[in-house]
């Protein structure tokens, strides 16, 4: 949960005039100004419900209102019950036949994505969520297109990601949690190939003599758990299989999810999962997913997951979530099924990229726009004063301080961030996600600051208001949209050579001064090359605590360069990934995990949840 912020009313909140004709003990004195007597008790009552709700958490809030059936939403996208897959009364399933590639041209892509986070994150998706609900308010058919949640945050530090304060997708407990099994549909899928290779290096009669000490293929599972990353399987005798070392990510770090993400259909999928590189023969001839014949059998597991995922907003417009890559690690974002779904559905669709726009911006723009066709047409840049804060040097207990000082300073990583967008062609809006501990001095600082360089920045309150917080953010980026200014462009042609492609990312995004490829890296690009994958885009995995690969230099970092340990091959997904850094692929749990604080009655009602 964020910060509790500057709660106004809301749609949650009796009007207190509701309440004044039926209180028949509220008479005033003969003598007193009845209008008067009025106006005090509709300003108390109003601060008692106000009180009440600055006290509530995510959970409580979520719990609070009474959702619409799934059908409902599904009406407000012009959608017939007969389409919908219905998990239950607040979730469904919406079958691909619904994609219309002429309303995909016809509508408006918004990507949302914000400077380089702190710790806790800057409510990206809260302000999607809430721009969503603006857009609604001011009369747009608008759709919010979001990732699904990970278990590992959800009990780890992080959260939930399903928004937060008045800007939340419902029905929240579920979305964070198992949903409607598309992780576990992921993690099965993932753990078919694991088995099934380990099964051919065993067989006697059809091995396809795979070198287990090539086999970079791992097991996978939807939780933070660090005792998983290096193990060693096989043991206990021949009748186990053949020990060799191996290890476990987190399901959203798994290829099959970047896989799911990248696909455009069934068919789409049945391929790209054949293409998975899974290690070498005896010989060094490459082995894929397919010469295991595995694709289709993967594909079965998948072929619900494939479908996206309708629910709604708390103020009960549509909202599609679909896919979960982490964006330091992977793609991080929604699938390109589900983004076309709401194209398909919607005048307007926002979603969001992970993490800062050095990361997640950078690979929905040239990972995903490129494999899905997509053109937006306005880019959000998420800023807290707090973020900025951070970047000018205060420590976390000092977060919350006020400081104009630290504000400037930090704001040189905003600004980095607001170059990077122009170098695609999109002059971003910038969404000041409003904190209950900014400043006026600090706000106006920064707005008056984006305004000298050309870019409109806008508080939101999205969090406290919900839509109503939200709607001159709204009405910024439509004015950004209909005078059609941008034109958005990649940063690098695919068919460059891999080092140009990192290079470029390193120095025009990062602002490094260069790449420096170990030898393990070098000889991973000569791999590269022999399979024929060089034409592939980059797909960074770096920190998303610094522009570097060093998660200490914050703010906007001069004279460095970073290092490619290693890459990994996502063939089937169709991308590399280098490997800047101490990256690693299973987070660990906290010392005092999340899920320390959960808690289940009898009735089977949720606290602790966020």
Same mark, same amino acid.
């Given at each position: 949960?964020?910060?509790?912020?500057?709660?106004?009313?809301?749609?949650?909140?009796?009007?207190?005039?509701?309440?004044?004709?039926?209180?028949?003990?509220?008479?005033?004195?003969? &003598?007193?100004?009845?209008?008067?007597?009025?106006?005090? +008790?509709?300003?108390?009552?109003?601060?008692?419900?106000?009180?009440?709700?600055?006290?509530?958490?995510?959970?409580?809030?979520?719990?609070?209102?009474?959702?619409?059936?799934?059908?409902?939403?599904?009406?407000? %996208?012009? *959608?017939?019950?007969?389409?919908?897959?219905?998990?239950?009364?607040?979730?469904?399933?919406?079958? @691909?036949?619904?994609?219309?590639?002429?309303?995909?041209?016809?509508?408006? #892509?918004? @990507?949302?994505?914000?400077?380089?986070?702190?710790?806790?994150?800057?409510?990206?998706?809260?302000?999607?969520?809430?721009?969503?609900?603006?857009?609604?308010?001011?009369?747009?058919?608008?759709?919010?297109? @979001?990732?699904?949640?990970? %278990?590992?945050?959800?009990?780890?530090?992080?959260?939930?990601?399903?928004?937060?304060?008045?800007?939340?997708?419902?029905?929240?407990?579920?979305?964070? %949690?198992?949903?409607?099994?598309?992780?576990? $549909?992921?993690?099965?899928?993932?753990?078919?190939?694991?088995?099934? =290779?380990?099964?051919?290096?065993?067989?006697?009669?059809?091995? #396809?003599?795979?070198?287990?000490?090539?086999?970079?293929?791992?097991?996978?599972?939807?939780?933070?758990?660090?005792?998983?990353?290096?193990?060693?399987?096989?043991?206990?005798?021949?009748?186990?299989?053949?020990?060799?070392?191996?290890?476990?990510?987190?399901?959203?770090?798994?290829?099959?999810?970047?896989?799911?993400?990248?696909?455009?259909?069934?068919?789409?999928?049945?391929?790209? #999962?054949?293409?998975?590189?899974?290690?070498?023969?005896?010989?060094?001839?490459?082995?894929?997913?397919?010469?295991?014949?595995?694709?289709?059998?993967?594909? =079965?597991?998948?072929?619900?997951?494939?479908?996206?995922?309708?629910?709604?907003? @708390?103020?009960?417009?549509?909202?599609?979530?679909?896919?979960?890559?982490? $964006?330091?690690?992977?793609?991080?974002?929604?699938?390109?099924?589900?983004?076309?779904?709401?194209?398909? #559905?919607?005048?307007?669709?926002?979603?969001?990229?992970?993490?800062?726009?050095?990361?997640?911006?950078?690979?929905?723009?040239?990972?995903?726009?490129?494999?899905?066709?997509?053109?937006?047409?306005?880019?959000? !840049? *998420?800023?807290?004063?707090?973020?900025?804060?951070?970047?000018?040097?205060?420590?976390?207990?000092?977060?919350?301080?006020?400081?104009?000082?630290?504000?400037?300073?930090?704001?040189?990583?905003?600004?980095?961030?607001?170059?990077?967008?122009?170098?695609?062609?999109?002059?971003?809006? +910038?969404?000041?996600?409003?904190?209950?501990?900014?400043?006026?001095?600090?706000?106006?600082?920064?707005?008056?600051?984006?305004?000298?360089?050309? *870019?409109?920045?806008? !508080? &939101?309150?999205?969090?406290?208001?919900?839509?109503?917080?939200?709607?001159?953010? $709204?009405?910024?980026?439509?004015?950004?949209?209909?005078?059609?200014?941008?034109?958005?462009?990649?940063?690098?042609?695919?068919?460059?050579?891999?080092?140009?492609?990192?290079?470029?990312?390193?120095?025009?995004?990062?602002?490094?001064?260069?790449?420096?490829?170990?030898?393990?890296?070098?000889?991973?690009?000569?791999?590269?090359?022999?399979?024929?994958?060089?034409?592939?885009?980059?797909?960074?995995?770096?920190?998303?605590?610094?522009?570097?690969?060093?998660?200490?230099?914050?703010?906007?970092?001069?004279?460095?360069? *970073?290092?490619?340990?290693?890459?990994?091959?996502?063939?089937?997904?169709?991308? %590399?990934?280098?490997?800047?850094?101490?990256?690693?692929?299973?987070?660990?749990?906290?010392?005092?995990?999340?899920?320390?604080?959960?808690?289940?009655?009898?009735?089977?009602?949720?606290?602790?949840?966020?």
């Amino acid at each position: 949960m964020f910060p509790k912020q500057d709660a106004q009313t809301s749609s949650l909140i009796p009007h207190s005039s509701s309440l004044i004709p039926h209180s028949s003990f509220l008479i005033p004195p003969p &003598s007193f100004p009845y209008n008067l007597f009025r106006s005090i +008790v509709h300003y108390a009552v109003k601060n008692i419900f106000v009180t009440k709700f600055q006290n509530m958490t995510d959970l409580e809030i979520a719990q609070a209102v009474n959702m619409q059936h799934i059908n409902d939403i599904a009406a407000k %996208l012009g *959608v017939d019950s007969d389409n919908l897959e219905q998990y239950g009364k607040y979730k469904a399933k919406l079958p @691909l036949t619904l994609i219309d590639q002429s309303k995909i041209d016809r509508s408006n #892509l918004i @990507l949302v994505t914000a400077l380089t986070p702190t710790p806790a994150g800057e409510g990206k998706t809260t302000v999607s969520i809430g721009l969503n609900e603006g857009l609604n308010k001011i009369g747009k058919k608008s759709v919010v297109v @979001l990732r699904e949640p990970s %278990l590992g945050p959800v009990f780890g530090i992080k959260g939930g990601a399903a928004g937060g304060g008045h800007s939340q997708v419902v029905p929240m407990e579920d979305i964070n %949690l198992h949903f409607t099994g598309d992780f576990a $549909a992921i993690e099965k899928a993932n753990n078919l190939l694991a088995a099934l =290779i380990d099964n051919n290096i065993q067989s006697k009669t059809r091995s #396809l003599n795979i070198d287990p000490r090539t086999v970079i293929w791992k097991r996978v599972i939807d939780m933070n758990d660090r005792a998983l990353r290096d193990i060693v399987i096989g043991l206990g005798g021949t009748g186990n299989g053949m020990p060799r070392q191996d290890g476990f990510n987190i399901t959203a770090a798994s290829e099959i999810m970047a896989i799911l993400c990248m696909s455009k259909d069934l068919s789409d999928l049945k391929e790209k #999962l054949g293409n998975i590189f899974v290690g070498y023969t005896t010989d060094r001839k490459p082995v894929y997913a397919r010469d295991l014949n595995a694709e289709n059998a993967m594909t =079965i597991l998948l072929k619900d997951a494939i479908k996206p995922n309708l629910v709604q907003t @708390l103020e009960g417009n549509p909202a599609i979530i679909h896919g979960g890559p982490f $964006a330091n690690i992977a793609q991080g974002t929604n699938t390109i099924i589900a983004t076309k779904m709401g194209l398909s #559905l919607g005048d307007y669709v926002v979603t969001e990229a992970g993490f800062g726009a050095d990361l997640g911006a950078e690979k929905f723009l040239d990972i995903k726009c490129g494999y899905g066709n997509l053109k937006p047409k306005a880019l959000v !840049l *998420v800023a807290t004063i707090r973020a900025l804060r951070h970047h000018g040097g205060a420590q976390p207990d000092q977060y919350n301080e006020a400081s104009l000082e630290r504000v400037q300073k930090g704001f040189a990583n905003l600004e980095k961030h607001i170059e990077n967008s122009i170098k695609f062609g999109l002059t971003p809006v +910038v969404a000041v996600n409003n904190f209950y501990s900014d400043s006026d001095e600090e706000v106006n600082w920064v707005i008056e600051k984006c305004a000298s360089l050309g *870019v409109k920045a806008v !508080l &939101s309150k999205g969090w406290a208001e919900g839509g109503n917080g939200t709607q001159d953010l $709204a009405r910024a980026v439509v004015d950004v949209i209909e005078a059609g200014t941008n034109n958005f462009k990649p940063l690098y042609d695919w068919n460059s050579s891999v080092e140009d492609k990192i290079e470029t990312i390193a120095r025009e995004i990062y602002g490094a001064d260069g790449v420096d490829f170990s030898a393990k890296a070098k000889a991973d690009i000569r791999t590269i090359d022999k399979l024929g994958l060089s034409g592939l885009p980059i797909c960074m995995a770096k920190t998303q605590k610094s522009f570097s690969d060093n998660e200490k230099l914050i703010g906007r970092p001069t004279n460095f360069r *970073v290092t490619v340990r290693e890459f990994e091959i996502a063939a089937g997904a169709g991308f %590399l990934i280098p490997i800047l850094g101490n990256m690693m692929r299973m987070p660990g749990l906290p010392a005092v995990p999340a899920s320390e604080g959960m808690t289940i009655d009898g009735n089977g009602v949720i606290t602790g949840l966020s």
